[in-house]
T-cell receptor, first 114, second 111 residues
């Protein structure tokens, strides 16, 4: 597609439920990133996929968070047993590779845990 | 963890004035990038400056980089109301291949 697509755009879930957030990067982009942004804050790095290399999971805040990227394209971020502090906007970005490239961001998924 | 700190946190100016935002960071970098965010959703890439560059221009944007001081500045000349947004610097840390974002500057341009 022309840009990075994220779905759903908004998600309200009950505390304790699992959620899946989807990211469809730009075709041909080998690098994919997940960030989250709490209200009025900066971006917090979560996880990074580059080609077939093992993902950099150093930003995942707990073992309730996991992500996968199938076939080097679509990625899914899963949050298990959601907590209220998980409420944030989850942003996905892709780039042509690692190194001196800018990122193209999707519009994000606003997650609200009630 | 956040690498960059923007200064000021908020800036209000009149249309036609110039806006300057500063960013400081902590570690060695491959490059530094500036992004704009409207309405708290997706970010838009504005400009990338490599660690061996000192200044870069793109339209009304001018970015400087001083690696000895670990700082960068973004200048928006002849600002417009449409420039109202949050601006973030992000550093591509050496050997990590991921961007670490700063805390952002909220710019308000009054018509």
């Amino acid at each position: 597609g022309a840009g990075v697509s994220q779905s759903p755009s908004n998600k309200v879930t009950e505390k304790g439920k699992d959620v899946e957030l989807r990211c469809d990067p730009i075709s041909g982009h080998t690098a994919l990133y997940w960030y989250r942004q709490s209200l009025g804050q900066g971006l917090e790095f979560l996880i990074y996929f580059q080609g077939n290399s093992a993902p950099d999971k150093s930003g995942l805040p707990s073992d309730r968070f996991s992500a996968e990227r199938t076939g080097g394209s679509v990625s899914t971020l899963t949050i298990q047993r959601t907590q209220q502090e998980d409420s944030a906007v989850y942003l996905c970005a892709s780039s042509p590779g690692s190194g001196n490239y800018g990122y193209t961001f999707g519009s994000g998924t606003r997650l609200t845990v009630v | 963890s956040q690498q960059g700190e923007e200064d000021p946190q908020a800036l209000s100016i009149q249309e036609g004035e110039n806006a300057t935002m500063n960013c400081s960071y902590k570690t060695s970098i491959n490059n530094l990038q500036w992004y704009r965010q409207n309405s708290g959703r997706g970010l838009v890439h504005l400009i990338l400056i490599r660690s061996n560059e000192r200044e870069k221009h793109s339209g009304r944007l001018r970015v400087t980089l001083d690696t000895s001081k670990k700082s960068s500045s973004l200048l928006i000349t002849a600002s417009r109301a449409a420039d109202t947004a949050s601006y973030f610097c992000a550093t591509d840390e050496w050997n990590t291949d991921k961007l670490i974002f700063g805390t952002g500057t909220r710019l308000q341009v009054f018509p």
